[in-house]
């Protein structure tokens, strides 16, 4: 390992320095080069191809977000099967998509509420209300 390479969080790992850009401004990064590392970006690689972006703008929106998901303001952790791409069904209704249409990373439990209200803030605003009355 080269003298002040941080090592990888996850597994220990040397790390590579790279560019990401955040929109705004383009920032240093280090990315892990370990086998374990590598495979779970090309598993964040081959699922952000299907909602048609590439692993940098998804770090890119991961990084936007802070590392926590927009809907409950929780850390979203590893990307797992708890941790899913957003986009607006209503553009692309299937689970491939144009890119254009992705909204966010959340929690798969975040998502799935979104679905549940069918994409309408309304009731959302109507739940938020019929909560605070108790």
Same mark, same amino acid.
Request: proline share 4%.
């Given at each position: 390992m080269i003298k002040g390479t941080p090592k990888c969080a996850?597994? %220990?790992g040397r790390?590579? &320095?790279r560019f990401v850009s955040n929109g705004d401004e383009t920032v240093w990064t280090y990315t892990?080069?370990?086998a374990k590392c590598n495979e779970d970006q090309q598993e /964040?690689? &081959?699922r952000a191809a299907k909602h048609g972006i590439t +692993? @940098? &703008? +998804?770090?890119? /929106?991961?990084l936007n977000q802070g590392g926590r998901c927009p809907v409950c303001g929780e850390h979203l952790g590893k990307f797992d099967k708890d941790v899913v791409i957003d986009h607006d069904h209503s553009c692309c209704p299937k689970k491939t998509t144009c890119g254009d249409c992705v909204r966010g990373i959340l929690h798969r439990r975040c998502?799935?509420? /979104?679905g549940y209200l %069918? @994409?309408?803030?309304d009731k959302f605003e109507r739940i938020a209300d019929y909560l605070r009355g108790y």
């Open positions: 996850r597994c %220990g790390n590579e &320095r892990c080069d370990s /964040i690689a &081959r +692993y @940098d &703008r +998804y770090t890119e /929106i991961h998502n799935s509420v /979104i %069918g @994409d309408d803030p």
